[in-house]
């Protein structure tokens, strides 16, 4: 919603630049972890995900990395575009439900 | 998500008055889940249900109640509004966990205004 990305950390870059979102997570026991995208007037989007066995996992133009000493989850975006414009949420399971992140808006100028 | 419907879009009501949000899936998914999303808070679980007869309270459930009428169908309501339960709120789905990933799916959200 529009509404959604006031009082969140902002990420402005330039059309073309790689874009690097990071999320600090609370639970040393979360096995499984998510990106979402949120795009003004819709719902969370599922963009890539991560099991706790892994260290970095790569879609189409994004890149998921996992520090587990340090808690640690960003989401890398190469090529940056104004279509990326958006809020960008990580979420953690941990028991049997997610727990998400505040969120970053992350806005792209061309 | 077309698969995750949720209605209404939209709803301005009065304090005191009882509301029921809508959701339903043809994703054939067992769980779904109910969120709030408010400024700078991100998501906040209200209730979520693994099958037709199991329903869980999540982290802000006071004030909420659900009902799981179906598979595909998991309704929300507020018994008497109050101003700040105005909100954006989501409906969510997944598939159970297993060893596989299972994201969860979201509907575009119903956005609930109280007076």
Redesign the interface.
Known sequence: ?E??????PTLSVQEGDNSIINCAYSNSASD?F?W?KQES??????II?I?SNMDKRQGQRVTVLLNKTVKHLSLQIAATQPGDSAVY?C?E?GY???T????TMLLVSP | DADVTQTPRNRITKTGKRIMLECSQTKGHDRMYWYRQDPGLGLRLIYYSFDVKDINKGEISDGYSVSRQAQAKFSLSLESAIPNQTALYFCATSDAWTDSNQPQHFGDGTRLSIL
């Open positions: 919603g509404n959604v990305g006031l009082h969140l499984y998510i979402y007037g819709k719902g969370p989007q599922f995900d099991r949420f979420a399971r049997s439900t997610l998400f992140g505040k969120g």
